[in-house]
């Protein structure tokens, strides 16, 4: 399949505290890439990171532990391939801006190549070199990801809101809205690609997915995500 150059993800989500290594948010690996292909984390410091298998970007001086109250927020990253231009949203409002990997790609597994996405937890191999430092204890409560650069109107009138129409957008690769439908699973709306819940990770009358391990275990986590 074909790397996208073009990204948008947004995570709803609340949490009450950030683990002494980091907060885990995102974490994409693939087999032949760098196991950190896609990672969104924050750190104690409250500094808030996007990576694309190597280096950075973040939004400078934007402290995020302000997030860290127990309310719900929205976080929302896009990413331009072809510039580089990174921007960052905290609940619809823009945060901040960094200019990263210009003329990169974000590959996605093909062929005889295995990859998995997850939340609440960092890999540093495909499925796996986890860190119990490194973890998300909190609740999620929906997913979306995009392979087109959403505009700041698109993001602020869908703050923390189910999208009206999901299949009508071409460029919506994923959209996982914490909802139990009875399977045990969490069903991706464009039917690409469900999840699957893992260890202490449960549905709760909230539409949410709480992880409250203390171990350092994976909430969720989608194998061979393509494009």
């Known amino acids: 399949q074909p790397a996208s150059t073009q990204l948008t993800f947004e995570i709803s989500f609340s949490a009450t505290s950030i683990p002494s290594g980091s907060l885990e948010l995102v974490s994409y690996a693939l087999s032949s890439g760098t196991s950190n292909d896609i990672n969104i984390w924050i750190d104690p410091s409250g500094d808030l990171w996007f990576r694309l298998s190597s280096g950075a970007a973040t939004p400078l001086g934007f402290d995020a532990r302000a997030l860290i109250d127990g309310t719900q927020h929205q976080l929302s990253i896009t990413w331009d391939g072809a510039t580089g231009d990174t921007r960052f949203y905290a609940d619809g409002s823009q945060i901040g801006v960094d200019t990263y990997r210009v003329g990169s790609s974000v590959p996605w597994a093909s062929g005889a190549e295995t990859s998995m996405l997850m939340f609440g937890q960092d890999q540093d191999a495909v499925g796996g070199g986890f ?3 490194q973890i998300f204890t909190g609740n999620i409560f929906e997913v979306r990801m995009f ?19 999901p ?3 071409p460029n919506l690769l994923a959209n996982w809205r914490m909802v139990n439908d009875g399977s045990g699973l969490i069903s991706d709306l464009t039917g690409n690609h469900d999840l699957t819940l893992y260890n202490a990770a449960s549905f709760n009358s909230t539409f949410s997915v709480a992880e409250n391990a203390s171990n350092g275990t994976r909430i969720a986590s989608a194998v061979d995500v393509t494009d």
């Open 131 to 133: 860190d119990s430092t």
């Open 147 to 165: 392979t087109d650069v959403r505009t700041a109107p698109e993001i602020a009138a869908n703050v923390n809101t189910y999208l009206s129409n």
């Open 167 to 169: 299949s009508a957008d």
